[in-house]
């Protein structure tokens, strides 16, 4: 018999709770009676428990709302006597698993294991016989419960769910297989918490089991190696009752700390983020991604930013890219530095010197490492010191095959690093960031790879005074090479700067891009060639917001995606909710207290097919809004923020809108578009058009077939010997003499085009214009029958 008091706890607890709806903890603990009782005195906290149990053993009079309140209130720590488990052992055998006696079952465990390892062995010999009828099968409780209960009987491999999944299957084979005592890492995997982050008290157990083990960083890269190696195509490779097991693998692996760990946690992230077969199948696992990136940065290696950015680079889901960028902050909160500083003082050297290189003996010869350009290489050295551009294949089967096997595996890591510092430049050019001249040579001229690019890199470099300002691609610290080919001193104590071509006058802008050219000099960002957007007379009309890119069609998951790896969050417009008008993507420029926002609408009469997000959308206005979130007018926005942020919406549109693809005419879909996608395919240039205008009118003069090729306001003309050719420098698309009918050709592969110095390579655009000219000039060469057919029509 209960007392009055907790009775009237409880039945005003379950009269609070909505009837029939299911409710998340968070929201449990809200409701103030819930409050009420779980805040209540120990033993009045107990006669509720009772009571509860009460109710959920008599099927006729609990609802699923009385599940829901014991799991809080038994949840604060609580003892219970034996007497009262016993009793409620014998209903629960009375009664079998059947409604509420089941759930009342597996609510009770998690405390039943909690007080049973404290018991005398004679009552907890009576207990596991009372609960012994209860015994089905290995559930997550139950298996906790039976390897304390009875530890000499309990398989701790049993604490995986007997489910036929990939991961159950392997991780259980792969443990057994084991020399050590498994017990303890699995006991800890197996009470990793179904959400949320583990608790010290969990992370000390982690510890101490992977103290007890005589190769933990074997067994648990074993364990990394196995997730990444589970079927891709499967549906359900990890089942979703031992996800919280594989989730504890990359947690484990951060406890250890070891930089040898981080490739396997990066793939095991990219692995856990794709998607299995399914038009609607979601990502594997994103829980199971965000803690191997959370992993990545617990490791706190150099290597550990590396890696990060290339999981950065390496996948588009969104809520992923939120906590690497939070694990980046992280790391640079502790180091009580910013980002940007993090970043440029994390970049690995690969044990590289100063010049980029790294020479590795062999047995015969020298292997060397170089940093060239825009890459990494691995070049041979003979012992008569005749260098190589390759190793010898007899080397790599000899005695020194598992050593080159390593360095070709550095090679890549060499290469993840260096796309990162890439990336890391080119978003520079987004802000406005100064550094002493001697400083700016520690973190970037003198590193072995951050040096190679940098020597590529248009800076500014201002005299301490003010007065002389030199801008040039620097050779050493003391001089640099100017826009006409001379050298020229860099001032003494100099602040340096991220040269930006919006800053500069169109001379000087003329000037570097036929430098460049010249010199046949590839930048590793896209920076003298750079688009820029100046504001335009009707933007001065509209003045708070720009037209420029309003109404295109584009593809909605792409544009995404793309925004996403731009640094842009988005709200994605779907079928199911209807409140949302608009979609928007917004980028902070946060080292100006600036927002810019990206508006789109949805183009509901074209219904998804493959899941919830309309496909196709039409773009809107562009607008900026302070840190308070007041509109600013155009005027009042750094220009370098408005055509950083108009090079992005640029960029989305130009490689999603339904006007760049090629087949758009041939697909049969929403005709209603064709006129769209006619006016796109051959209509003005954007900025971006016309810098490849401008790049080929310097490049024609230099090409094998300049006699065939001239430009206009819009296309590349090509003469072939059967048709004469246009080809907008927009959208890569192409009409042909005499009445402009369309020419398809999806992609275009030239040897002579893939010989063209390009001054950057990160324009899929211009490469195709220049593959398209190169084959149509050679018309008559062309053997594909889906081209020869039309040009031949």
């Known amino acids: 018999m209960t007392a009055p008091v907790a009775s009237a706890l409880v039945e005003a607890a379950l009269d609070a709770m909505p009837r029939g709806s299911w409710l998340a903890q968070p929201e449990l603990r809200k409701i103030p009676e819930v409050q009420a009782m779980a805040g209540a005195p120990d033993d009045t906290r107990l006669d509720c ?55 009342f079952w597996h609510q009770m465990l998690p405390h039943l294991t909690r007080e049973i390892s404290a018991w005398p062995p004679d009552t907890r010999a009576q207990i596991v016989a009372l609960a012994e009828p209860l015994r089905t099968r290995l559930g997550r409780h139950e298996a906790a419960f039976w390897a304390v209960a009875t530890p000499d009987k309990a398989d701790p491999l049993d604490l995986f769910e007997d489910h036929a999944d990939q991961f159950t299957q392997r991780a259980r084979a792969f443990l057994a297989s084991s020399d050590e005592d498994v017990a303890a890492l699995v006991e800890a995997m197996a009470t990793y918490p ?17 103290a007890g083990l005589c190769a933990p960083l074997v067994l648990v890269e074993g364990l990394l190696t196995l997730l990444t190696g589970l079927d891709p195509t499967d549906h359900g490779p990890i089942g979703w009752e031992n996800e919280r097991l594989a989730v504890a693998i990359p947690t484990l692996a951060g406890r250890l700390g070891d930089s040898v760990l981080l490739p396997s946690l990066r793939r095991t992230a990219t692995f856990a983020i794709g998607r299995p077969p399914g038009e609607w199948s979601d990502s594997r696992s994103i ?141 520079h050019l987004a802000l406005d960031r100064r550094w002493p001249l001697a400083q700016w040579a520690e973190l970037y001229l003198d590193h072995p790879i951050t040096g190679a690019l940098t020597r590529r890199i248009i800076w500014g470099f201002r005299a301490p005074d003010g007065t002389t300002d030199a801008i040039g691609l620097p050779r050493t610290a003391n001089e640099l090479v100017t826009a006409d080919g001379a050298t020229a001193p860099i001032p003494d104590g100099a602040e340096v700067r991220l040269w930006h071509p919006i800053d500069a006058l169109a001379k000087d802008v003329a000037a570097w891009r036929r430098h460049l050219l010249q010199a046949e000099l590839v930048q590793p960002v896209k920076q003298a060639f750079r688009e820029l957007y100046v504001l335009t007379p009707a933007e001065a009309t509209t003045r708070t917001y720009s037209n420029r890119f309003a109404a295109h069609i584009f593809r909605q998951v792409q544009a995404r995606a793309l925004m996403r790896g731009r640094g842009w969050t988005s709200t994605p417009l779907a079928w199911w909710d209807d409140g949302i008008d608009h979609g928007v993507a917004k980028r902070a420029f946060a080292e100006f207290g600036i927002s810019a926002h990206f508006f789109f609408d949805p183009i509901p009469d074209v219904e998804p097919s493959g899941g919830d997000m309309y496909p ?14 007041e509109v600013l007018p155009l005027a009042d926005v750094p220009r370098r923020v408005i055509t950083e942020a108009l090079r992005d919406v640029d960029l989305f549109i130009g490689v999603t809108s339904i006007g760049a693809d090629p087949e758009w005419l041939d697909h049969g879909e929403a005709r209603q578009f064709d006129t769209y996608w ?80 390009l001054p950057f390579d990160d324009d899929p655009v211009l490469s195709l214009v220049l593959s398209k000219a190169f084959l149509l000039a050679a018309d008559h060469e062309i053997t594909d029958r889906t081209i020869t057919e039309q040009i031949r029509r």
């Open 49 to 103: 428990i009772r009571e509860l149990a009460q109710r959920l053993l008599d099927t006729r009079d609990a609802g699923y709302e009385a599940v829901q309140v014991f799991g809080i209130v038994a949840r604060r720590k609580l003892t219970i006597p034996p007497e009262d488990f016993g009793h409620w052992l014998e209903h629960s055998a009375r009664i079998g698993r059947q409604g509420r006696a089941g759930q």
């Open 194 to 210: 179904h959400s949320g982050k583990p608790s010290a008290r969990w992370l000390k157990t982690a510890d101490a089991a992977l």
């Open 616 to 629: 196709y959308v039409t773009s809107d206005q562009v607008r900026f809004e302070d840190a308070d979130g």
């Open 678 to 757: 006619q006016s796109y395919s051959f209509g003005d240039l954007s900025a971006a058009g016309q810098v490849r205008r401008d790049v080929l009118e310097r490049l024609l003069p230099m090409l094998t077939i300049r006699h065939r090729c001239s430009l206009d306001a819009r296309f590349l003309r090509v003469r072939g010997d059967l048709r004469e050719y246009r080809i907008h420098l927009g959208s890569g698309n192409i009409l042909m003499s005499p009445d402009d009918t369309y020419l398809c050709i999806v992609a275009a592969r030239s040897p002579g085009a893939s010989k063209v110095f």
């Open 287 to 427: 829980r199971l991604a965000n803690a191997a990136a959370q992993a990545m940065a617990d490791i706190a290696a150099p290597s550990s930013i590396t890696e990060l950015l290339a999981l950065e680079r390496a996948v588009r889901h969104g809520a992923l890219l939120k906590q690497i960028r939070k694990a980046i902050d992280t790391l640079a909160k502790a180091q009580g530095l910013t980002r940007e500083e993090l970043l440029e003082r994390a970049v690995e050297r690969h044990d590289l010197a100063d010049d980029g290189t790294r020479d590795v003996p062999l047995q015969t010869g020298t292997a060397r490492i170089v940093v060239t350009d825009t890459t990494v290489a691995l070049t041979y050295i003979s012992p008569e010191g005749k260098p190589r551009k390759s190793v010898p294949a007899a080397l790599k089967e000899g005695p020194d095959g598992e050593l080159l096997a390593a360095l070709r595996t550095e090679l890549q890591a060499i290469r993840r690093t260096i796309a990162g510092e890439r990336k890391r430049l080119d978003d």
